[in-house]
């Protein structure tokens, strides 16, 4: 009951702070000012090039080899990391036919999924079920498929002390939230993934902002969680550094001037990642 508490009250002073955070800095943009969406590997590609990181498709003689290999080399810190876009899972111009099908699987009718869409009612048990399989499923083959182009990489251009992250990022709007998205990718590294193959996951929302609130300003982030504080304190200086500097970035190619909000906790990142 006490680490109940203490996990609201925890969720309570994350959320004020954000909230403080966009009372200062708040920009009302209507829907049509928004920038355009950016490519979202190309883009990470050019900001790598400038951090100081190498593409290693640019590394390695035999192009054949490339779909084996992960995508960056920070050399000077000895880390490998693999960009995931994770699209196509109930999020974007399919994600309703994809919601429908799941409902039909499970016995139910297009006339439960508006329901849920327009009525406000509930995922029955058997659809959330399904749904939550799927999602689980589709985010672990790419996982599984980032472990080893990490593996291949770090065969070939890292050593014993070569730490992996993988780089999740959601270029379309997922129809559950990037919160649900978050939760998913860290549970399935807390339960299969945590260890010497995946040091560390970073989340980020390029183009598929999130609010706080309906009024309040849109918030594109860098999310990362590591597979245990060993590696958190090895690592995140490194990936905070890399994450302010791609924030600053992304910003300066869509007009975003706002300073950058520190996250301090999981907490504030879930916080963040609330769904309207």
Do not use: C
Request: charged letters at 30%.
């Amino acid at each position: 009951m006490f680490e109940k508490l203490k996990q609201w009250r925890s969720k309570i002073k994350a959320r004020k702070r954000i909230e403080q955070y966009d009372r200062k800095y708040r920009k009302a943009l209507p829907a049509s000012a928004r920038p355009e969406a950016l490519h979202v590997e190309e883009t990470f590609d050019a900001f790598v090039a400038g951090f100081g990181g190498k593409k290693i498709s640019d590394l390695i003689g035999d192009k054949a080899q490339m779909p084996l290999n992960a995508d960056y080399l920070f050399e000077e810190h000895n880390i490998i990391a693999e960009l995931k876009i994770l699209e196509g899972i109930y999020s974007g111009p399919d994600a309703i036919m994809q919601l429908t099908q799941a409902y039909i699987d499970a016995g139910l009718t297009g006339s439960d999924v508006m329901g849920l869409l327009y009525r406000g009612e509930p995922m029955p048990v058997a659809a959330a079920r399904l749904v939550q399989k799927r999602v689980r499923r589709s985010i672990e083959q790419r996982t599984k498929r980032a472990r080893k182009q990490l593996r291949r990489s770090k065969k070939e251009f890292g050593d014993n002390e070569t730490k992996l992250l993988i780089l999740i990022a959601m270029d379309q709007q997922p129809l559950f939230g990037h919160r649900t998205m978050l939760f998913n990718i860290a549970k399935i590294m807390g339960d299969n993934y945590a260890d010497v193959h995946t040091d560390g996951f970073v989340y980020l929302n390029p183009n598929m902002p999130t609010k706080i609130r309906p009024d309040s300003m849109e918030f594109s982030g860098w999310y990362p969680f590591y597979r245990d504080d060993n590696v958190n304190n090895e690592l995140h200086e490194f990936v905070n550094l890399l994450g302010n500097r791609w924030l600053k970035y992304y910003g300066e190619q869509i007009g975003e001037t706002n300073p950058i909000l520190e996250l301090a906790s999981f907490d504030e990142m879930s916080a963040a990642l609330e769904r309207f």
